[in-house]
């Protein structure tokens, strides 16, 4: 029993509380309504309110005020005073409202706001010809004057914004210590700013453009006062809606801070003036879009046109060039085949000759070795016999190996200029036709490389295709890597593999300038050449890419600027049943 009374004393405690709060809210608000209320605002924050020549209040937010206290029946008195002693007067009870507060977030701890009557747009100021600051980051180490206690200063403060702060007590300080150049900048509203700068003549600052942020502004009752915010807010409503509200604003505020045109006015003069217009430019706008269309095709059939042209013309142009290339190669057959023959019959008695002495050597040295035992060394041509015995052997074996060797490179330089029009499914040994190749660029390389390399892979598969083709690719791949290095002492480095996709491959890989990207992309196209100047066409990648594809292959490209380039020639392994 005793416990069931204790828990129905607990459930009337809260009802107790708020019949308690109630009585006191009540009390609090019939005592207000029996004495004048006391509204309170700053004294210099003109249009909206200030003391006047006589020291009376005016302003705008004074006469609204006086109107909303008139048609609700109240009795007001109003007290103007510096800002931050109006704020600490309203938190102490001994003023019942603000006229005037900006709405913030962080206010709303100290405060309850009523509707807003007007917005205050805050401003930075700054002197004459400074173009460093524009925005809320060009304050960052700035001088900023601010009135203390203003919502310009808790923005500063709330946003964090490292700034050497200079506190003053009213908006007339902050304007006149920055016209007399002291400080970067001030935080003052644009309107009350603009009032203050034509009284004190001031001539030399201005607002910058773009109002650093805009606020709601309007009435304030400490926190928890709702029923007499509630009464300003009714007359605020009555005086909008009697139309006296517009009058008070439209003599303060003037253009200034204009009302909006209700949506509705808008709505109905645009149906009345704009409807018939809209009508003739739909009409304009349909006929307009049937002819762009009309166009539009007619256009895109114009450019396919000139597309196709452009196409065909380089198109004819490459194969003009090709076949000029072509020309010449068989000119270069012809040619090679001639010196060929002139440079073979001279040697071929060179060898049959060398071939001779090299065989008659051994009989010719016992005679001479006879003639040394007994009259000692003698003079056989330059030098002395015991050292000629020696030495002409080698010289003989020199000789033919020298001699063999041009026949070599002959064959080398006929088989790569000759015409062959044999097909693609012969089975070629990699490592021949790259062997054959580096004897036809071996001058070459050495003028441009004492750093060159190659590695050949053990057991590397044959490929199929054409032997003489892919020397023509082989020897314009090692030819270009030669062509891109700027220093004998850069490297040129060949290696050939396998891959597990059926392919053999031959890298080449040279230290020279490297190429960009976007070039990179153009490389294989017919005529695209960064050594044109030099006497290049353009054709020999463009060539050897032909080749390779017609190979069922590929050639892969990498390379950065400064860091060389590297070229990877992949061809299909040759199998049995290809020539199925």
Same mark, same amino acid.
């Given at each position: 029993?005793?416990?069931?009374?204790?828990?129905?004393?607990?459930?009337?405690?809260?009802?107790?509380?708020?019949?308690?709060?109630?009585?006191?809210?009540?009390?609090?608000?019939? &005592?207000?309504?029996?004495?004048?209320?006391?509204?309170?605002?700053? $004294?210099?924050?003109?249009?909206?309110?200030?003391?006047?020549?006589?020291?009376?209040?005016?302003?705008?937010?004074?006469?609204?005020?006086?109107?909303?206290?008139?048609?609700?029946?109240?009795?007001?008195?109003?007290?103007?005073?510096?800002?931050?002693?109006?704020?600490?007067?309203?938190?102490?009870?001994? &003023?019942?409202?603000?006229?005037?507060?900006?709405?913030?977030?962080?206010?709303?701890?100290?405060?309850?706001?009523?509707?807003?009557?007007?917005?205050?747009?805050?401003?930075?100021?700054?002197?004459?010809?400074?173009?460093? +600051?524009?925005?809320?980051?060009?304050?960052?180490?700035?001088?900023?004057?601010?009135?203390?206690?203003?919502?310009?200063?808790?923005?500063?403060?709330?946003?964090? #914004?490292?700034?050497?702060?200079?506190?003053?007590?009213?908006?007339?300080?902050?304007?006149?210590?920055?016209?007399?150049?002291?400080?970067?900048?001030?935080?003052?509203?644009?309107?009350?700013?603009?009032?203050?700068?034509?009284?004190?003549?001031?001539?030399?600052?201005?607002? +910058?453009?773009?109002?650093?942020?805009?606020?709601?502004?309007?009435?304030?009752?400490?926190?928890?006062?709702?029923?007499?915010?509630?009464?300003?807010?009714?007359?605020?409503?009555? !005086?909008?809606?009697?139309?006296?509200?517009?009058?008070?604003?439209?003599?303060?505020?003037?253009?200034?801070?204009?009302?909006?045109?209700?949506?509705?006015?808008?709505?109905?003069?645009?149906?009345?003036?704009?409807?018939?217009?809209?009508?003739?430019?739909?009409?304009?706008?349909?006929?307009?879009?049937?002819?762009?269309?009309?166009?539009?095709?007619?256009?895109?059939?114009?450019?396919?046109?000139?597309?196709?042209?452009?196409?065909?013309?380089?198109?004819?142009?490459?194969?003009?060039?090709?076949?000029? $290339?072509?020309?010449?190669?068989?000119?270069?057959?012809?040619?090679?085949?001639?010196?060929?023959?002139?440079?073979?019959?001279? *040697?071929?008695?060179?060898?049959?000759?060398?071939?001779?002495?090299?065989?008659?050597?051994?009989?010719?040295?016992? #005679?001479?070795?006879?003639?040394?035992?007994?009259?000692?060394?003698?003079?056989?041509?330059?030098?002395?016999?015991?050292?000629?015995?020696?030495?002409?052997?080698?010289?003989?074996?020199?000789?033919?190996?020298?001699?063999?060797?041009?026949?070599? #490179?002959?064959?080398?330089?006929?088989?790569?200029?000759?015409? *062959?029009?044999?097909?693609?499914?012969?089975?070629?040994?990699?490592?021949?036709?790259?062997?054959?190749?580096?004897?036809?660029?071996?001058?070459?390389?050495?003028?441009?490389?004492?750093?060159?390399?190659?590695?050949?892979?053990?057991?590397?598969?044959?490929?199929?295709?054409?032997?003489?083709?892919?020397?023509?690719?082989?020897?314009?791949?090692?030819?270009?890597?030669?062509?891109?290095?700027?220093?004998?002492?850069?490297?040129?480095?060949?290696?050939?593999?396998?891959?597990?996709?059926?392919?053999?491959?031959?890298?080449?890989?040279?230290?020279?300038?490297?190429?960009?990207?976007?070039?990179?992309?153009?490389?294989?196209?017919?005529?695209?050449?960064?050594?044109?100047?030099?006497?290049?066409?353009? !054709?020999?990648?463009?060539?050897?890419?032909?080749?390779?594809?017609?190979?069922?292959?590929?050639?892969?490209?990498?390379?950065?600027?400064?860091?060389?380039?590297?070229?990877?020639?992949?061809?299909?392994?040759?199998?049995?049943?290809?020539?199925?």
């Amino acid at each position: 029993m005793q416990t069931s009374r204790l828990l129905r004393s607990l459930c009337l405690l809260p009802i107790l509380l708020l019949c308690i709060i109630g009585l006191a809210q009540a009390e609090e608000d019939s &005592v207000t309504d029996e004495r004048s209320l006391v509204l309170g605002g700053d $004294h210099n924050y003109p249009p909206y309110e200030y003391l006047d020549q006589f020291g009376f209040p005016a302003g705008y937010n004074v006469e609204l005020s006086k109107a909303i206290a008139k048609v609700m029946g109240m009795e007001i008195s109003i007290r103007l005073n510096d800002w931050g002693q109006v704020r600490r007067a309203l938190r102490k009870g001994e &003023v019942d409202l603000l006229m005037g507060m900006a709405h913030t977030e962080e206010r709303l701890s100290e405060v309850d706001f009523s509707s807003p009557h007007a917005k205050v747009h805050q401003s930075i100021w700054v002197r004459k010809g400074n173009m460093t +600051i524009r925005s809320k980051a060009d304050l960052v180490g700035k001088e900023v004057v601010v009135m203390k206690g203003s919502v310009m200063h808790d923005y500063m403060l709330e946003h964090e #914004i490292v700034a050497n702060l200079f506190l003053v007590t009213t908006l007339t300080d902050a304007l006149t210590l920055l016209a007399s150049g002291q400080h970067d900048c001030a935080l003052v509203a644009k309107l009350p700013g603009e009032y203050l700068l034509s009284e004190l003549n001031l001539t030399n600052i201005h607002p +910058i453009a773009r109002p650093l942020v805009a606020q709601n502004y309007g009435f304030a009752v400490k926190k928890g006062r709702l029923s007499l915010l509630a009464r300003f807010n009714e007359g605020l409503s009555l !005086l909008k809606k009697s139309g006296e509200y517009g009058q008070i604003r439209e003599k303060w505020l003037g253009v200034l801070q204009p009302e909006g045109v209700p949506g509705i006015v808008i709505v109905r003069y645009g149906a009345l003036v704009v409807g018939p217009l809209l009508l003739v430019l739909v009409l304009i706008s349909l006929w307009s879009r049937t002819l762009r269309k009309q166009v539009a095709l007619r256009t895109g059939e114009l450019e396919a046109e000139i597309i196709e042209r452009k196409r065909a013309a380089d198109e004819l142009q490459v194969r003009q060039k090709q076949l000029l $290339h072509a020309d010449k190669m068989s000119s270069l057959g012809i040619l090679t085949s001639g010196v060929a023959h002139e440079i073979n019959n001279p *040697n071929g008695l060179i060898q049959l000759n060398l071939s001779q002495l090299n065989k008659s050597w051994p009989d010719a040295v016992e #005679i001479l070795e006879e003639h040394y035992l007994r009259h000692g060394d003698f003079k056989l041509g330059w030098f002395n016999y015991s050292r000629m015995r020696e030495e002409i052997p080698q010289m003989l074996d020199e000789m033919i190996d020298s001699s063999h060797k041009i026949k070599r #490179i002959v064959e080398d330089l006929k088989d790569f200029a000759r015409r *062959n029009d044999s097909g693609y499914n012969d089975s070629v040994e990699f490592a021949g036709v790259i062997k054959a190749a580096l004897r036809l660029a071996d001058n070459q390389l050495r003028k441009s490389t004492n750093c060159f390399s190659v590695e050949f892979a053990d057991d590397l598969p044959p490929f199929r295709g054409n032997g003489h083709r892919i020397e023509q690719v082989v020897v314009n791949l090692i030819l270009n890597a030669c062509q891109a290095l700027t220093s004998s002492q850069q490297a040129i480095h060949l290696r050939t593999g396998q891959l597990p996709e059926g392919m053999v491959y031959l890298t080449v890989e040279d230290e020279g300038c490297g190429m960009e990207s976007d070039l990179l992309e153009r490389i294989t196209d017919p005529f695209f050449t960064t050594r044109r100047e030099s006497g290049g066409t353009g !054709l020999g990648l463009s060539v050897s890419d032909g080749i390779v594809k017609d190979h069922q292959g590929r050639l892969e490209f990498s390379s950065e600027p400064g860091h060389g380039m590297r070229v990877r020639l992949l061809l299909p392994i040759y199998q049995e049943n290809d020539d199925e």
